[in-house]
């Protein structure tokens, strides 16, 4: 069954979906939806790095010293504040001593997260986390960025030899047969958790909002069949009630952005830790 695509998504698929077909069928992929060739998520997923990269060029070009503007303040604010929950805060706490490599990359998928995440919030919107592979995606990312950088820091054999616990007497190797493979199952098991976690919290949002409004757009409409005044009082509820499911999808958002910000981060510093 084809999914209920947005405006947005028909949009692009009228006039990118010819070439999107040829290309998928020069590589010998065949579409869930032929009349749908570019899903929603993915659609979505390019909506956001275009509002992304416009906001990141906006707020670049109206840098300022003495007079920060409103815009320049926010994303300093995701940057670092009093609260200590901004990316470079997080990168510091958690990174080691040279978090400030980190920043590009981690700050990169934090604030993609963050604005996928709050796209649900908005009319005929959807925020691409809520499809399993745009988080996959996201974990793929990260979970191969630390690795490399644990590489990078100890060597390939240092690198694996962590896993182990790093041994360094005779003793010490009767531990690691029995630590090596509790620790790749560990570090192995962080892609599936960063990938469940955002998809799953941000899934779920999505799915208590469209229940309730259903839920209680029935009775209105039922109210409004009777009497126009019934109908009003009953629709007072269905008129609400997103407004309270918005906040808290943003909230949603920016706890599941933050939890994607401070998990890579402790990653990172425990694989370029020095000892284990």
């Not at 065949?30 to 998520?41: A, K, Q, V, Y």
């Not at 399993?132 to 960025?145: D, K, R």
């Not at 976690?197 to 039922?222: C, E, H, K, Q, T």
């Amino acid at each position: 069954m084809g999914e209920q695509a947005t405006w947005i998504s028909q949009f692009v698929n009228h006039y990118l979906g010819g070439a999107a077909l040829a290309l998928l069928s020069a590589l010998h992929i065949r579409p869930e939806n032929p009349t749908l060739p570019i899903p929603e998520h993915v659609v979505m997923g390019l909506l956001v790095l275009v509002v992304g990269t416009v906001l990141a060029l906006w707020v670049r070009s109206r840098l300022s010293v003495e007079k920060p503007g409103a815009s320049q303040q926010i994303a300093e604010f995701l940057l670092t504040n009093p609260l200590g929950f901004g990316i470079t805060d997080v990168l510091e706490e958690n990174a080691g001593h040279h978090w400030e490599r980190y920043v590009p990359i981690v700050g990169s998928v934090s604030i993609f997260v963050l604005l996928s995440n709050l796209f649900g919030a908005f009319p005929f919107l959807k925020s691409p986390t809520a499809s399993v592979s745009v988080p996959l995606a996201c974990a793929a990312i990260t979970f191969l960025y630390f690795n490399w950088q644990g590489v990078r820091h100890h060597g390939l054999g240092g690198y694996t030899a962590t896993f182990a616990g790093s041994p360094k007497r005779v003793a010490d190797w009767a531990l690691a047969i029995l630590l090596f493979p509790v620790e790749l199952i560990s570090t192995a098991a962080r892609l599936l958790s960063l990938t469940v976690r955002l998809w799953a919290n941000i899934f779920a949002s999505d799915m208590i909002y469209g229940i309730f409004v259903s839920l209680l757009a029935g009775p209105a409409i039922w109210g409004w069949s009777k009497t126009p005044v019934l109908g009003v009082m009953l629709g007072i509820f269905p008129a609400l009630i997103p407004i309270a499911f918005i906040g808290l999808h943003v909230f949603v958002s920016v706890v599941q952005a933050y939890v994607f910000t401070i998990l890579p981060a402790a990653y990172i510093g425990i694989a370029t830790a020095d000892e284990h």
